[in-house]
């Protein structure tokens, strides 16, 4: 014996577990990031069809909290393009950057789920389909603003194209460094719709037809789908240039006679 009394502490059940995960107590904490609000936006767990259903409904909950705030920071960005503060705009796009690979990565935790399970939580979507996510659209529709407002500054208020931007007048200066922001965020949305394909695949399979009846091609048409097309045209137009000047097919070099080696020479001189 030690000495000391013995505490025998019941084990709590499943019932008041499921009550401390949807009612815990709140300090300014809870208070101030109005948590009690945010776990009511799921649906009771008593009433879950199955045990994956909770995680379904949060992983794409954060998903439409990441994106309000890439929309939010995108309008900023909008803004700053307008004034020509390079600065702040590879900043902010560096933060979009960050939330599109958060988003991506937080897919796999959807492929934690049988297909038979998510059958059962398919159902109780009703004729809804992650097309429809609000924040999704919001943020299909901005492209060709941030397009225009980097345009109106970086391209025709600086007398540029493209082209030169990227070739002619190349100089890795702000016009550069602010369409590869812009670059690096449209091909981030890319893959995050390859991701999210990849997903639909996993889950209901190749060929199968997705919520309201379209076919899965129709979003893998999606996924390759570009906002920024002449950042992406301009690398094929410059490759295709440097293909004529110096040849589609070019001399060898695996063939080409050796130098003899100098003993005790650098191996690389």
């Not at 603003?145 to 600086?158: F, I, M």
Request: aromatic fraction near 10%; charge should be negative; include cysteine.
């Amino acid at each position: 014996m030690s000495g000391y009394p013995t505490v025998e502490l019941q084990m709590k059940s499943r019932a008041e577990y499921h009550e401390m995960i949807e009612s815990p107590k709140m300090l300014d904490y809870g208070v101030y990031l109005d948590v009690a609000k945010l776990l009511d936006c799921q649906k009771p767990l008593a009433e879950m069809c199955n045990a994956d259903e909770l995680q379904f409904q949060i992983v794409h909950q954060v998903e439409e909290l990441w994106m309000k705030l890439m929309a939010y920071t995108l309008v900023d960005v909008m803004a700053y393009l307008d004034e020509g503060n390079t600065h702040r705009v590879v900043t902010l796009m560096g933060r979009v950057h960050r939330l599109m690979r958060l988003m991506t990565a937080q897919l796999d935790v959807l492929e934690t789920m049988s297909p038979r399970e998510y059958q059962e939580i398919r159902l109780q979507l009703g004729n809804g389909s992650g097309q429809e996510s609000p924040g999704f659209q919001t943020l299909l529709r901005m492209p060709n603003d941030l397009w225009s407002a980097y345009k109106a500054t970086y391209l025709d208020g600086k007398g540029l194209t493209v082209a030169e931007v990227y070739d002619a007048k190349y100089d890795h200066g702000e016009s550069y460094v602010v369409a590869e922001a812009l670059i690096e965020y449209d091909e981030l949305f890319q893959k995050f719709r390859a991701m999210h394909l990849y997903l639909i695949h996993r889950s209901i399979g190749l060929g199968s037809r997705s919520l309201k009846g379209r076919p899965v091609g129709l979003l893998e048409a999606g996924a390759k789908h570009r906002f920024f097309p002449e950042l992406w045209d301009v690398r094929c137009d410059m490759t295709d240039a440097w293909g004529a000047s110096y040849g589609v097919v070019r001399e060898a070099i695996h063939d080409k006679p050796q130098k003899p080696a100098v003993a005790g020479g650098c191996p690389m001189g």
